[in-house]
């Protein structure tokens, strides 16, 4: 057990949908990561937020956005969502920022049909 | 940018025999690097790092990994495969270009046959 927590475990939902990911770090991490796992495009890093700061973007899709709250947790928010959504998503944490152990939760798998 | 690459989707070894997977990484700045390693229907778990001390790094799990500047290479070794050992293996760059930004390889899975 990572110590991070994901909700909900699984979600099935249908095209054209929105959904939010929530994700609850470690006691003491600052940092929050999201990363999209799926068969055909690998692990792909979407977000870093420090401290309820975006500090860095990846392939996240203009359909996708994120925000760290004061407590520290996390969402990810997907919207018109499509099939080509359909992916594990994974939430870590780390203490800090930069070359940090990322702890990572046990991800939300989320099927579009 | 950096960039990741994993030699070989699969690897299939023996039990006992040594553990060999492969990592190339491209970063224009010093990078740090990571191997995680990810168990069915779990999620990843760090077995090592190396943030520009030793280049021969120690992880859990008698893993270990030598970072070479010259071959821009990261390769994972274990000594003896255990069958517990089977999993997805991910080779990761992490560098600082206006924000730390982590990237992962593809992944190796690793089949040991008794």
């Known amino acids: 057990d990572s110590g991070v927590t994901q909700t909900p475990k699984h979600l099935i939902t249908a095209t054209g949908q929105r959904v939010t990911l929530r994700c609850s770090p470690r006691?003491?991490?600052?940092?929050v990561y999201w990363y999209q796992q799926s068969l055909d495009q690998g692990l792909q890093f979407l977000i870093h937020y420090y401290n309820g700061e975006e500090r860095a973007k990846g392939n996240i899709l203009e359909r996708f956005s994120a925000q760290q709250f004061p407590d520290l947790h996390s969402e990810l928010n997907l919207s018109s969502l499509e099939l080509g959504d359909s992916a594990l998503y994974f939430c870590?944490?780390?203490?800090?920022?930069?070359?940090?152990?990322?702890?990572f939760g046990p991800g939300t798998r989320l099927l579009v049909l | 940018a950096q960039s990741v690459t994993q030699l070989g989707s699969h690897v299939s070894v023996s039990e006992g025999a040594l553990v060999l997977l492969r990592c190339n990484y491209s970063?224009?700045?010093?990078?740090?690097l990571f191997w995680y390693v990810q168990y069915p229907n779990q999620g990843l778990q760090l077995l090592l790092k190396?943030?520009?001390?030793?280049?021969l790094v120690k992880g859990i799990n008698g893993f270990e990994a030598e970072f070479k500047k010259s071959e821009t290479s990261f390769h994972l070794t274990k000594p003896s495969a255990h069958m517990s050992d089977a999993a997805e293996y991910f080779c990761a760059v992490s560098a600082y270009t206006g924000g730390f930004k982590t990237i992962f390889g593809a992944g190796t899975r690793l089949f040991v046959k008794a």
């Open positions: 006691s003491g991490d600052l940092s």
């Open positions: 870590a944490s780390s203490r800090g920022q930069g070359a940090e152990t990322q702890y």
């Open positions: 190396y943030t520009s001390a030793a280049t």
């Open positions: 970063s224009s700045v010093p990078p740090y």
